[in-house]
DNA sequence: GGATGGCAGTGACATAAGTCATTCCACCTG
DNA sequence: CAGGTGGAATGACTTATGTCACTGCCATCC
């Protein structure tokens, strides 16, 4: 990977970072260092002390965290413009979960060190970290909602929803679109095992609100998808 | 409640204002206003605009989220020195989760407004605020891998463990305790129904790890128990 | 004393979730 | 074409979790 990306142009379009001026852009960029990682390579692990903070230029990454038992439970996926580890930046302790690139990825990493002091220099970062931390911990307290109040069948209905609502296409057999990772990923997401996945997916289609084949979804009933949300669980 | 609360002193005493002067604190106290709830009564319900900054001068608060069917699920427990609802106060989202006090409560209200200006003219404060956010988060990433990766025997027998060696006496017979709440209130902090906190508590008494009287509760085998965490759930 | 209400224990049962083993299928590679 | 590989579907089974209904205990209040 050769190829160069402007690392003043990616900090001014990640949020943690609008509105600075290119000035203090070009100074933040010159302490950045540039990492590559490719699909599947590890940034951190779960534990390990927390050196920085790490800025996504290019690809996308899974923050997760792993059981004994080799389950997996995704926290986030983050793409290009967003930031992993702000917060053990701030608060000195190790890394709470692990990140891997799920493509090619670039990263801008600051070290620890040079951001807590141009944030310092600059309060109004420090209060775009807060407001971003904050999006973050709601995002959380939604996974434990989820976790806590719904099943497998309901939290599968709701990302299906969402991609056939942000991704999906109008065709005359309802709404279409390819789900983006094997079921394995999927569940991981969710939180459960591949089977559950196939399981409820075959569910779904025997109810008549869904057609599936392999990584093919169409959305016969989007109104009967939403109702299975509702439905107690 | 006529009981008076030197608010300046509280607010020392918070891990968020540490180590301001007592000039900056008298300065802050005067922009807080007393609030005073009776046990059971509510802070605030989950998505509600927010309003300020609630610090527990006295008493403890419950965070916690509800479901459809009534169940909830606990996010944390604040004493005095501990503070509720930092990070809405700058994200301008609604409240995540509802709050109520669990006895007879004394808040230390400051709004949204003021505590914003005094985090731009103390900028180590908003750091400090970043820390206490972080380690909420934490918190939060802690309750996702508990519901995501265990049963509920063994978060039983992990609160059970830190119960006794928070509050556990060590006598002839083991080391005693007393729950601090009802089953329910147990159940609600994990994520279940009392009928299952019942029934698993009978299962470690039958085990021989625990004895179990109502409230009271006698570890017999401290490394059994510790044990049950580590058995594939 | 009797009534009441909150809490706890328990059996019977229903359903959700997870495990294991096997088969199938598409795809690639030599 | 044979063989291998990875993802996916599926049946049989176990376990965990939740629901409902009922019982009993104990404190409190009339």
Redesign the pocket.
Known sequence: MTERTDLAAVLGKTGLLSNLSPAELQSLAARTVRKLFSAGEWLFAEGEPCNGLHIVARGRVRIFKTSM?G?EQVLAVEGPGRTVAELPVFDGGPYPASVVALEDTEIAFISQRDFRAFCIEHPEVALKVLAVVGARLRQLVGIIEELSF????QRLASTLLKLAQSQGTKTARGVEFR?PG???ELANQL????????????RLQAEGLLE????EVVVKDMQGLAAVLEA??
Do not use: C, F
Not at 150 to 153: A, D, K, N, S
Not at 212 to 215: E, Q, S
């Open positions: 038992n389950r719904t099943t497998i069948r789900l094997s079921h394995q939180g459960t095992v591949r089977e559950l996945i196939s399981r409820n997916l075959m599936v084949d392999a990584r107690q669980g």
